[in-house]
Nanobody, 113 residues
């Protein structure tokens, strides 16, 4: 399984970004996909997850602001991030449990004025 993440960048507080994570390879083995984020010096934080059946789960800090969705035809998962705050600044990693855990390369999101 290979994961390719994209969509990070610089945005002002209150703005929006959409991250994408495209899966390729043995995608039949993927049970779901999600996003973690990492700030240097801090513990990795779970952001969102969506199951193969479309059930979603969110971290408390992003509930009501972030939405995870999937396009099965494109084998892609999206993370729509609205009402962004400076504390959302982090490197965002998509991942997929498929026997082993597979990770994308990370995409930097910076929320700053």
């Amino acid at each position: 399984v290979q994961l390719q993440a994209s969509g990070g960048g610089l945005v002002q507080p209150g703005g929006s970004l959409r991250l994408s994570c495209a899966a390729s390879g043995s995608i039949f083995s993927i049970n779901g996909m999600g996003w973690y984020r990492q700030v240097p010096g801090k513990q990795r934080e779970s952001v969102a997850f969506i199951t193969k059946g479309g059930i979603t789960n969110y971290g408390d800090s992003v509930k009501g602001r972030f939405t995870i969705s999937r396009d099965n035809a494109k084998n892609t998962v999206y993370l729509q991030m609205n009402s962004l705050k400076p504390e959302d600044t982090a490197v965002y990693y998509c991942y997929a449990p498929a026997g082993a855990w597979y990770w994308g390369q990370g995409t930097l999101v910076t929320v700053s004025s």
